[in-house]
């Protein structure tokens, strides 16, 4: 019985040292498995490590570089917000002298659309002026022809009006060839003359436009310069004295408004040497000559009031 125990003793003996070996070794072996992916997974780890630094690495860069893009355009933007406020202080700088420049133009506007109105005025004036000049020979001329008629008995017209504005006596109608003393048959004529230029001269606004009445003499181009000015002198002086002669009242009022003068052949009517050319040529001519002071004055009152005018429109502008 001892003996058997003692067998089957000696026997789990020898079978239990294989089995404890075998079991050291398997967990040797998966120490060394454990060990080995712990080894695996260290290397895998730090691969990973060294993969997500570098993208960590990579991703700051570009968070600086889009932090730097975003700074860069922060500072554009700054820049472009103050060439706009520029831009816009130019703008409302432009509009408000835009808009002074109209109300300049505007006024410069009405200061010309007065200045023409003026002007129209003064042209009225001036031309009324001129037309005065004319209407007193007109006047005369008319009085004339209501009286003497318009023509002798060869005719021939008694006065006529020039492009100059002039009443033309023809010289034929009042002296002999080469003569200065009147005719017979050309005192009706001086005598409605004198008449007329008294009517005319009473009205006093006439009057106060008049400086001189010239009673021209003019003679063909025959003869010297020296005599033929000596001779229409002395034909242009002849009339005046028949005229002061014909009508005391002419003389004694209105005396001083009449003078004489000659052109000799200096003015000709027509050119030529033909008798008909010589015989216009030869004439008395009686001219109104008007103040030069009373133009000045409607020149004045003009300069006036444009300057009145300029004046409130400035004064209107402020």
Same mark, same amino acid.
Not at 11 to 16: G, I, L, P, R, T
């Given at each position: 019985?001892?003996? +058997?125990?003692?067998?089957?003793?000696?026997?789990?003996?020898?079978?239990?040292?294989?089995?404890?070996?075998?079991?050291?070794?398997? $967990?040797?072996?998966?120490?060394?498995?454990?060990?080995?992916?712990? %080894? !695996?997974?260290?290397?895998?780890?730090?691969?990973?490590?060294?993969?997500?630094?570098?993208?960590?690495?990579?991703?700051?860069?570009?968070?600086?570089?889009?932090?730097?893009?975003?700074?860069?355009?922060?500072?554009?933007?700054?820049?472009?917000?103050?060439?706009?406020?520029?831009?816009?202080?130019?703008?409302?700088?432009?509009?408000?002298?835009?808009?002074?420049?109209?109300?300049?133009?505007?006024?410069?506007?009405?200061?010309?659309?007065?200045?023409?109105?003026?002007?129209?005025?003064?042209?009225?004036?001036?031309?009324?002026?001129?037309?005065?000049? /004319?209407?007193?020979?007109?006047?005369?001329?008319?009085?004339?022809?209501?009286?003497?008629?318009?023509?002798?008995?060869?005719?021939?017209?008694?006065?006529?009006?020039?492009?100059?504005?002039?009443?033309?006596?023809?010289?034929?109608?009042?002296?002999?060839?080469?003569? %200065?003393?009147?005719?017979?048959?050309?005192?009706?004529? /001086?005598?409605?003359?004198?008449?007329?230029?008294?009517?005319?001269?009473?009205?006093?606004? $006439?009057?106060?436009? !008049?400086?001189? $009445?010239? !009673?021209?003499?003019?003679?063909?181009?025959?003869?010297?310069?020296?005599?033929?000015?000596?001779?229409? =002198?002395?034909?242009?002086?002849?009339?005046?004295?028949?005229?002061?002669?014909?009508?005391?009242?002419?003389?004694?009022?209105?005396?001083?408004?009449?003078?004489?003068?000659?052109?000799?052949?200096? +003015?000709?009517?027509?050119?030529?040497?033909?008798?008909?050319?010589?015989?216009?040529? +030869?004439?008395?001519?009686?001219?109104?000559?008007?103040?030069? =002071?009373?133009?000045?004055?409607? !020149?004045?009152?003009?300069?006036?009031?444009?300057?009145?005018?300029?004046?409130?429109?400035?004064?209107?502008?402020?």
């Amino acid at each position: 019985m001892k003996a +058997r125990k003692r067998r089957i003793h000696q026997v789990d003996q020898e079978n239990f040292w294989p089995s404890f070996t075998d079991m050291i070794s398997t $967990i040797a072996i998966i120490l060394f498995f454990v060990m080995f992916l712990m %080894y !695996i997974n260290n290397i895998v780890t730090g691969k990973s490590l060294e993969f997500m630094k570098k993208d960590l690495d990579d991703t700051q860069k570009q968070l600086e570089a889009s932090k730097l893009e975003i700074s860069q355009a922060q500072e554009n933007l700054r820049l472009l917000k103050i060439d706009l406020d520029s831009t816009m202080a130019e703008v409302q700088q432009g509009q408000i002298a835009l808009k002074l420049s109209q109300e300049e133009i505007d006024a410069q506007k009405q200061i010309i659309a007065s200045s023409n109105q003026e002007l129209g005025n003064l042209r009225q004036k001036l031309q009324g002026i001129a037309v005065l000049r /004319l209407d007193v020979l007109t006047a005369v001329k008319d009085s004339i022809e209501a009286n003497i008629g318009k023509t002798n008995t060869a005719g021939e017209p008694l006065v006529t009006i020039s492009d100059t504005g002039n009443i033309i006596i023809n010289e034929s109608l009042v002296f002999d060839t080469d003569s %200065y003393v009147i005719k017979e048959g050309g005192k009706a004529l /001086l005598d409605q003359l004198a008449k007329s230029f008294e009517e005319v001269l009473k009205d006093p606004e $006439i009057r106060s436009s !008049i400086d001189s $009445i010239n !009673i021209q003499g003019h003679t063909d181009e025959r003869g010297t310069g020296s005599y033929n000015r000596d001779l229409g =002198s002395k034909r242009a002086t002849a009339v005046v004295n028949y005229l002061m002669v014909s009508n005391s009242n002419l003389e004694s009022q209105f005396g001083k408004y009449f003078l004489a003068s000659s052109f000799s052949e200096y +003015r000709k009517v027509v050119t030529g040497t033909t008798d008909e050319a010589y015989a216009q040529n +030869r004439r008395i001519e009686i001219s109104v000559i008007l103040k030069d =002071s009373h133009i000045q004055d409607v !020149i004045n009152e003009y300069l006036q009031e444009s300057l009145k005018a300029f004046e409130n429109t400035q004064n209107s502008g402020q």
